[in-house]
């Protein structure tokens, strides 16, 4: 994705825990620095969704 994107972070209830745009480029990593900061999500299984330009990007984490 190169534009202006935004994202949600959903658990598996369907319940929306966070959602912004995002002007840059994504980074999803565990070490410090990282463009999504889910610490203070509780334990669970996740899904994050991208949205850029009509297309979507879905991927599952489990945040332990």
Do not use: C, N
């Amino acid at each position: 994705f190169q534009e202006e994107m935004t994202y949600q972070i959903v658990d598996v209830l369907g319940k929306v825990h966070s959602t912004a745009r995002l002007s840059q480029p994504v980074i999803l990593s565990s070490a410090k620095g990282s463009i999504l900061d889910i610490q203070s999500l509780p334990s669970g299984i996740y899904i994050l969704e991208l949205k850029s330009s009509g297309k979507t990007l879905t991927s599952k984490f489990i945040k332990e």
